[in-house]
Nanobody, 123 residues
Framework: VQLQASGGGLVQPGGSLRLSCAVSGRVSVSFMGWLRQAPGKEREFVAAIRWFGGHTYYADSVKGRFTISRDNAKTLVFLQMNGLKSEDTATYYC??????????????????WGQGTLVTVSS
């Protein structure tokens, strides 16, 4: 599977951005996720969607503000980010996992990664 993320940029606190991830190649995955890494911090889970079924999962820090979704053709995965805060500043990655449900929150369980897209939240 090949993943290509886009949509990052500079936004003011309280603003919105939508990230996109183009999915191609042989797609045999359990979950597609968004993860992020801020400068000097470890990579962390943000959100994931079960590839077949569409159930979604969120980190507590983004619940109610971010929404993950995919198109019906399963070629795009989106992360709609509303109410952005300065602490959301990070490089965001889309990634795929073949893991079980209990592992969806663990960044080490994602085995294919796209290149990151930088999101900067600042006034």
């Amino acid at each position: 599977v090949q993943l290509q993320a886009s949509g990052g940029g500079l936004v003011q606190p309280g603003g919105s951005l939508r990230l996109s991830c183009a999915v191609s190649g042989r797609v045999s995955v359990s979950f597609m996720g968004w993860l992020r890494q801020a400068p000097g911090k470890e990579r962390e889970f943000v959100a994931a969607i079960r590839w077949f079924g569409g159930h979604t999962y969120y980190a507590d820090s983004v619940k109610g503000r971010f929404t993950i979704s995919r198109d019906n053709a399963k070629t795009l995965v989106f992360l709609q980010m509303n109410g952005l805060k300065s602490e959301d500043t990070a490089t965001y990655y889309c990634a795929s996992s073949n893991g079980i449900t209990s592992s969806v929150y663990d960044p080490t369980m994602y085995n294919h990664w796209g290149q990151g897209t930088l999101v900067t939240v600042s006034s």
